[in-house]
Each structure stands twice: as C-alpha cells, then as structure tokens.
C-alpha cells in the first residue's frame, strides 16, 4: 500500500516537472505553423507594396534643439529612403543630412572631429517637418549608423539620431 | 578735434568700402534671420509605403533576468484596426507566457516578479518564444495610458521582457 503511494507520489512529481519543463526546453517552432501563418498575414497586411523598414532612431541635439525620428525604408525595387518624421531643428545656414561611420552618437559633435567617413544625402529641405532623402546605392548601414544634421559651414551637428534595427 | 572729425567726414566713403562687405559677409555667415524664420516641408511617405499599415509606436524589448531582446511595434492599419507587431523576438520559453500592454508609469515594471495584481490589457497568449509575431488590440486600448509591452509569465507571476513604446 505504502509503495504503492510512493510510486504514485513519484510519478505525480515526475509529472509536474515534466509540465513545467517541457515548455522551457522546448523552441516553440515558430518557423513552421505560427510563423507560416504571420508570415501570410503580414504579406497580406504589410508586404502588398513592398516597402520594409530597416533602421529607426530619435534625434537628439542640445546646443541646437533637434527632434523627431530617422527611419530607414527598403522599397521594393531595393532602393533605401531615409525618411524624418515629427522633425524639428533650428533653422541655419548650408544644413546638410549626412551620415556618420560611428558606433554610438551620444557623444554630440566628437564624431565630426574623428576621421569618420561620411555620407552625403543632400541639403536639409526644411529645418521642420517630414521629408525623405534617398540613400545612395550601396551604402553599408551597418557601418554608416548615425544621422547627422550637419551645418557645414561651421562643422557643426546640429542633431543626431543613432539608426537601431527595426 | 576739428581736424579728426575732417578726415572721418572726409573718408566716408572708405568706412562704407569696408563696412558694408564685412556686414555681408557676417550676414552671409550666419544668416541670422535664420533664427526667426522656419522653413517647413510635409513630404509624404515613400509611395510604397501608401496604404500600408501605419508605425503609431515602437519600443526595444528588454529583459534581463529572462534574457529577452526584439522590437516592439504598434500599427495602424488602413481600416482603423490597431495590432501589435513582435519583429527580431527572442524571450525564454516558459508556461502560461502572454503578451500583456501595461501603463509606462506602473512601478510593477521595475520588479521581476509581480506581488500584486497587474494592471494590464491581455492581447492573448505568446505564439512562440522566437520570431515575428502579430497580436490584435481591442478597439478601446488608450495608447496614451498603455504605453509598455510586457511579456508576463502567468503562472509565476515572471515578468520576461519589457518594450516601452515610445512615439514612431
């Protein structure tokens, strides 16, 4: 009778660990079924023109207030949009979008000082509102990171916004 | 006295030859004006990105304890429907794990496991612990007070990972 406890006791324990287990060992295969299915339903709902969004960051600027967002959008024809929404900086003279081969733009202006390359993307078309700059074919944005309003004239960067994977 | 007040009257013109190129050029500089006047654009959206579902907020997942890393999105879609998007998703499996949205000033979201009752809006069990994912919001969520994501382990109470959205 005792044994026959025990053994039901064992095997309760042995049960409940293996429901609380299980789930942990297990990768929940997301690769067949679930993701199949958002799969389709983000090529229904997202991929219908083709455009996918790469990179997004905030601005961030002190001496020269900057804000608002860079996103970086893939069309289908693989050409890459830099595109600035909510955007707001101060107005000044030959303001140009640039981009910066650093790591991290928390540093402010330093990464203008440094030999870092740079990628022109043109004159900022307006110091307020959204706008969108093509991104030259080519360009490794896994090194070329940082957004830069740049004012030429005096080396100055008016607002950065570090690009993260979206 | 007399006699400097002549030779300044009398070189007029030397003070405009040189003061008014000087002034340009400061001008030309600086253009000052600059700080008064804004110039606005409004360029729409990359056309391929027309008619298609629109980034309200987006967050980072971050999650230490249950080591949990990916972005989290909410979209708009062209019919008014609002769904949250996991991309780049990597959490820990566990039991009874869900997808939560929680007010950002909950203090709950400091703790790793939660003694109270979480003030929350369920979006529905976790599909899988890798992977994109897409999960539909009720029709009522205020975004403006439901501003984290929060993957939650029921069943002990674990918070996995948390995304605070912030404006896209």
């Known amino acids: 009778m005792l044994r026959t406890i025990k053994a039901g006791m ?22 067949q079924d679930d993701m199949k299915h958002d799969k389709m339903m983000q090529d229904d709902k997202m991929r219908q023109a083709g455009a996918k969004t790469l990179f997004t960051g905030k601005f961030h600027g002190k001496v020269h207030k900057t804000e608002g967002r860079a996103t970086v959008y893939q069309e289908a024809d693989g050409k890459l949009v830099l595109r600035l929404t909510n955007f707001k900086t101060s107005n000044g003279p030959d303001v140009h979008v640039i981009l910066v081969a650093t790591k991290d733009a928390m540093d402010d202006a330093d990464f203008l000082k440094s030999d870092n390359e740079r990628v022109e993307l043109g004159s900022l078309k307006g110091n307020e509102g959204d706008q969108n700059y093509e991104i030259p074919a080519g360009t490794d944005l896994t090194k070329f990171r940082t957004v830069s309003i740049y004012c030429e004239r005096f080396n100055a960067n008016f607002g950065a916004a570090l690009l993260e994977k979206f | 006295m007399t006699t400097e007040k002549s030779w300044l009257s009398r070189n007029k013109w030397l003070l405009v030859v040189i003061g008014v190129p000087v002034l340009v050029g400061a001008w030309w500089a600086f253009r000052p004006e600059k700080l008064f006047i804004n110039q606005k654009v409004n360029e ?49 499996n566990g039991p009874d794990v869900h997808v939560l949205l929680v007010r950002s000033d909950d203090k709950a979201l400091n703790q790793e496991i939660i003694k109270d009752k979480l003030d929350s809006v369920e979006l529905g069990s976790l599909k899988g612990n890798q992977g994109d994912q897409n999960y539909g919001l009720p029709a009522a969520v205020d975004l403006n007070q439901y501003q984290a994501v929060v993957i939650y382990c029921e069943r002990f109470h674990a918070i996995f990972g948390v995304a605070r959205l912030e404006k896209f």
């Not at chain 1, 064992?10 to 690769?31: C, T």
């Open chain 2, 44 to 92: 729409a959206a990359p056309a391929a990105l027309s008619g298609e579902p629109e980034a309200l907020y987006t967050g980072k997942l971050e999650g230490s304890l249950h080591q949990t890393s990916g972005r989290a999105t909410i979209y708009n879609t062209a019919d008014g429907k609002r769904y949250l998007r996991l991309s780049d998703f990597t959490t820990s």
């Open chain 1, 10 to 31: 064992g095997f309760a324990v042995l049960a409940a660990a293996f429901a609380l287990q299980a789930p942990l060992r297990a990768q929940d295969s997301m690769k």
